[in-house]
Each structure stands twice: as C-alpha cells, then as structure tokens.
C-alpha cells in the first residue's frame, strides 16, 4: 500500500506525493538537477550533503541501483523529489530497485508530485528550504503545518561550512582506477600496471567523489587523500607532486582551514588543481570572494566557454555558489564562463602553477569533454621535475 509523504517549502508551497524511501522527517536546501541520467550518481556526491534533490526528468529508478556507480561510501543528499518512480528497474547491472535502496539508507523520497511546478518555484524564487515528510508522520491534520515549520527552521546553506563534517577521518591511500592514460607516465616506462605511478599527489578531501580520485590514478598518480584540517605542513611532509583541491558541500567561505592552507601551499609552488568547492576555495584563497547563486547549476548538459580557445565544452555541473569574476585579484584569471548566465567557471593564477575548474571534469553522462583538464594538471606536475 503506498504511503503518504509531503514536501513543503520555506514559501508556503506544499505537495503532496507518495513516500518512496524511508519513513519520518528531513529538512534541507531544495535544488533541482536536470540531468537524464546518473541518479545514483547524484544521491552518493558528498557535494548534496543538506540538500534535497528534486530531479526534472520524469521516470527516475528506471534502472535500479547496484553497488559500482556510488561516489562515496553512502547516499549524501538529505532526500530526493520525482515523478515517477517505475514499477520495474530493468538492467543487467540492477542489483536493487531504488525504492529499496533509500529504505536501506534511511533516506527519504517522495515520488507522484509535479515536478515541474516545483522547478518553476526554485527557478522563479531561487533554491527554497524545505522539508519532506513521510509515512506515518505525513499523516493526521497538522502534518502539513509539521511540514511546513521544519521547512522554515532549516537555517540554510550560506555559511554552512560542511567539507570538514563529511570528510574522511585520516589520511589513506587510493589506487583505483587503472593506470592506462600515457600523460602520467615516465618516459621509459609504460603503462603497462607494473612500474610505480610517478606522481604523488596530495588530495584534500572535502567531499571527494571517487571518480576523480579514479580519473587521477588512471593518470599514473599515486594518492594519498588527507582530511578537509590537514595543515600545509603536513602536506608537504608527504613530500607531494601535486596538490588535488576536492568538491565538496556547503558555503566555501567559512572553511578558513582550507583557504589559510591552501594560501601557505600556493607559496611552495607546488601545482594545485581545484574542482567545484576547490575551486572555490583556490579563488578565496587567492583573494576572490564567492557568491551564493539563485538556484545554482545542477545538471549535465552545461555548455561552459573556454575563453582561450573559445572552444564550447558540454559540461556535468553542481554547485549552488560561485567564485565572482568581478572580484578576481591581479594574480587570477578567468579561463572559463558558462554559456548559461555568464558566471566564472574556471581560473588560473598567473604567478603560481595552479588551475581549477567550477564543473565536474570527472563526471561522464555521456560528453567527456572536460577531462583533459586532468591532463593539464598532470602536464603542470611533469614540468614541475
Ligand atoms: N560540487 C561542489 O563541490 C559544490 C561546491 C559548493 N558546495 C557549492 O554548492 O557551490
């Protein structure tokens, strides 16, 4: 028998829908993503934590879920908003249906409400606050009234600082990924699995996916992923090649632990590359400010300017606020811009070799046409030697 679930957000709006994960109550910042794919994807980045996730492609589930395509050990978004969820999961890797999948999490969904008019509402007024009631505690006269005042007491994102509450506890090694692109190697030896990965690179791990930590490795790098607190002295005790800046939830400027590090590391010279909050956090560090945006980019066909070449790359973005291009200091520059609304998607500092990137190079949804910027950075640590 289906259950009952609502959502409710901080302007008033509810919907009512059925309950398609666990039961009970959980609050958030809610967000859209338009991508078509990837759901699984979505739920486990680390970057959704405290955010509830409404996805504007109707049938999601469609494939079920198996134990290969998770970016971190667990779901991290507070709760996902659909259309509809099919009755049957079809797919020759499905191990588990969706439904089951946020149960066994203690996630909660709500499925069969209008996901366009919700997308509208956080087109229109921006990203919302809100709640998602389900089960038993979506029932009775004052559910809604319940739904609505957890929506309102959810502070909001900005100056949330939560790279250092989802990330690891200590450092660890990581070599997944095959080690099959040339750019890494040294020049004697192939790839051939067996001669050591000639770069060392640090990871900070601010909510890191592990397809990035794959897309590194794949480049003959050798990873060690440390905490979101690390000081710079204990990276550079690791004696690093590189320096990797992770994704990551919540507002980048109060994360002073990472900005004052990553200014002490930006000094040794060592070649840092940043994505998505790292690259936020390059910009802070460097002496930008940051923003949050209305409704943020969520999806998987963004068309983002390289302004070099000015080349048009179809990007997978998530991310809800922005490093300002007005506030870059004379030591950044803009490398690229997003074709949507303008706003700065890459930079480069000119006196230090170190680069990041707004969108997620690692993220495949069929374009791949970001990750040669692993290569570059790879490229930066080879002329490094
Ligand atoms: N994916 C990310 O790293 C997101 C960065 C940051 N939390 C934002 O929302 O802008």
């Known amino acids: 028998m289906n259950k009952p679930a609502i959502l409710a957000l901080e302007d008033g709006s509810v919907f009512h829908g059925t309950a398609i994960g666990a039961d009970g109550l959980t609050s958030g910042e809610v967000v859209f993503n338009t991508a078509m794919t990837g759901y699984q994807e979505i739920l486990t980045d680390p970057s959704y934590t405290r955010q509830i996730v409404t996805l504007t492609y109707p049938h999601i589930g469609n494939t079920g879920v198996n134990a290969e395509d998770v970016e971190s050990g667990a779901i991290a978004a507070a709760g996902l908003v659909i259309r509809d969820l099919p009755l049957l999961a079809s797919s020759f890797r499905s191990e588990q249906s969706l439904s089951d999948y946020l149960k066994g999490q203690n996630v909660l969904g709500i499925a069969d409400i209008d996901t366009r008019r919700l997308t509208r509402i956080l087109r229109d007024k921006g990203a919302q606050n809100g709640a998602i009631l389900a089960g038993a505690d979506a029932e009775g006269e004052d559910a809604v009234t319940r739904a609505l005042e957890a929506a309102k007491a959810f502070p909001g994102l900005k100056g949330m600082d939560l790279a250092k509450v ?28 067996k001669a050591e990965r000639p770069f060392h690179v640090v990871a900070y791990d ?16 050798r990873l060690t992923v440390v905490p979101a607190q690390t000081p710079a002295s204990e990276v550079m005790a690791l004696n690093p090649d590189g320096i990797f800046l992770s994704n990551g939830p919540g507002d980048p400027e109060p994360c002073e632990y990472a900005i004052t590090a990553i200014r002490e590391l930006l000094e040794t010279g060592v070649p840092v590359f940043g994505i998505c909050l790292g690259h936020q956090l390059l910009a802070l560090a460097s002496g930008a400010s940051s923003v949050k945006m209305k409704f943020g980019h969520h999806g998987a066909n963004h068309p983002v300017q390289d302004l070099d070449s000015g080349q048009v790359m179809i990007t997978s973005q998530n991310h809800g606020f922005a490093a300002e291009e007005s506030t870059l200091p004379e030591t950044l520059r803009a490398t690229h811009r997003s074709l949507f609304d303008g706003t700065l998607q890459g930079i480069e500092r000119t006196d230090r070799p170190a680069f ?30």
């Open 166 to 193: 989802v990330s690891c506890q200590s450092p660890y090694a990581w070599s997944e990924g095959e080690w099959t692109l040339g750019q890494g190697y040294a020049d004697a030896a192939g790839p051939d699995g």
């Open 206 to 221: 601010y909510g890191v996916k592990r397809n990035i930590l794959r897309m590194l490795a794949s480049r003959g790098c």
């Open 356 to 385: 990041s990137f707004q969108g997620h190079p690692e993220a495949s949804p069929g374009p791949r046409d970001v990750a040669p910027l692993f290569d570059r950075f790879v490229t930066m640590m080879k002329e490094r030697r």
